[in-house]
């Protein structure tokens, strides 16, 4: 069974840093991309960062482009996001997805999210 | 880049078949077949239920299906259950690299 594990989410101030982990299982993780999308609070989806099923590419949303970095971690089968200089605008679930295959699209498996909240 | 365009809600009686639209650009759904929609239960994490414009994942009932025109890609739900009653969301890639999705549409099934 495929799962999804989100981690690391919390309260944090304008300007602050924080680092979502997902840690995966029931699936071969080196042969799939995986996706972070976020939903504010009442809000639609909203995707946020890509990275390929080797790590060596990643894509992000112009929103949190240069102040969002994603990684994986091949050899523990984790994939990670970096949210540095957050705002108030970046409180949200976030989900960790799988796709279906190396490619980016569809985010087939989803895991429960984890809540960010940016505060002052 | 602007999100795909949804309506905000339809609804149908149980039994009707209803068609939820979403239409972005050649840059996204009109260039590329990579469009899907997914099913939110309030409270709960969303659900692929199309995928590739016309493609049902395993499980998904064939009640549901997927097309595309041009730049509008649509969702028909035929039979309608109490069950469906949820947000539905459409997303493209699109020709920029990035992943985009529809505002979100609320069905009733009244």
């Known amino acids: 069974e495929v799962q999804l594990l989100e981690s690391g989410g919390g309260l944090v101030q304008p300007g602050g840093s924080l680092r979502l982990s997902c840690a995966t299982s029931?699936?071969?993780?080196?042969?799939?991309?995986m996706t972070w999308v976020r939903q504010a609070p009442g809000k639609g989806l909203e995707w946020v960062s890509s990275?390929?099923?080797?790590?060596?590419?990643?894509l992000n949303a112009d929103s949190v482009k240069g102040r969002c970095t994603v990684s994986r971690d091949n050899s523990k089968n984790t994939v990670s996001l970096q949210l540095n200089t957050l705002r108030a605008e970046d409180t949200a679930i976030y989900y960790c997805?799988?796709?279906?295959?190396?490619?980016?699209?569809?985010?087939?498996?989803w895991g429960q999210g984890v809540l960010v909240t940016v505060y002052s | 880049q602007s999100a795909l365009t949804q309506p905000a809600s339809v609804s149908g009686s149980p039994g009707q078949s209803i068609t939820i639209s979403c239409t972005g650009t050649?840059?996204?759904?009109?260039?590329?077949?990579?469009v899907s929609w997914y099913q939110q239960h309030p409270g709960k994490a969303p659900k692929l239920f199309i995928y590739?414009?016309?493609n049902r994942p395993s499980g998904v009932s064939h009640r549901f299906s997927g097309s595309k025109s041009g730049n509008t890609a649509s969702l028909t739900i035929s039979w309608l259950q109490a069950e469906d009653e949820a947000d539905y969301y459409c997303?493209?890639?699109?020709?920029?690299?990035?992943?985009?999705f529809g505002g979100g549409t609320k069905l009733t099934v009244l």
């Open positions: 997805t799988r796709s279906d295959s190396t490619w980016y699209v569809p985010f087939e498996y």
């Open positions: 029931g699936f071969t993780f080196r042969d799939y991309a």
């Open positions: 990275i390929s099923d080797s790590g060596l590419t990643t």
């Open positions: 050649i840059n996204d759904i009109g260039g590329y077949n990579y």
């Open positions: 590739d414009v016309t």
């Open positions: 997303s493209s890639y699109t020709g920029s690299s990035t992943v985009i």
